[in-house]
Nanobody, 116 residues
Framework: QVQLVESGGGLVQPGGSLRLSCAAS????????MGWYRQAPGKQRELVAR???????DYADSVKGRFTISRDNVENTVFLQMNSLKPEDTAVYYC??????????WGQGTQVTVSS
């Protein structure tokens, strides 16, 4: 089993920044991918960014150049640095991890609201 605990969400003005963190515990050594999905009201959950143990990362087109995912394999933590935030980035952000590329475990979610 793996447990994921997110932190760092909140209210920010357009153009601002936030940094999300997700700390993993349990049998994390056997997982490969860590990343973030988000879900806005009335919309489907979408992949935002993911990072593999190999070091490879990829991003949704909507966040490329603004968001950066990073990972600390010693502390079993994944981060999402979000810059130049837009109102359309408003969503609940979910951390996940998986044995391959898909999600096997989820965090509880953290709300990000971008509004003036």
């Amino acid at each position: 089993q793996v447990q994921l605990v997110e932190s760092g969400g909140g209210l920010v003005q357009p153009g601002g920044s936030l940094r999300l963190s997700c700390a993993a515990s349990g049998s994390i050594f056997s997982t490969n991918v860590m990343g973030w999905y988000r879900q806005a009201p009335g919309k489907q959950r979408e992949l935002v960014a993911r990072n593999f143990r190999s070091g490879m990362s990829d991003y949704a087109d909507s966040v490329k150049g603004r968001f950066t995912i990073s990972r600390d394999n010693v502390e079993n933590t994944v981060f999402l640095q979000m810059n130049s935030l837009k109102p359309e980035d408003t969503a609940v952000y979910y951390c996940y991890t998986g044995f391959h590329s898909d999600a096997d475990y989820w965090g509880q979610g953290t709300q990000v609201t971008v509004s003036s």
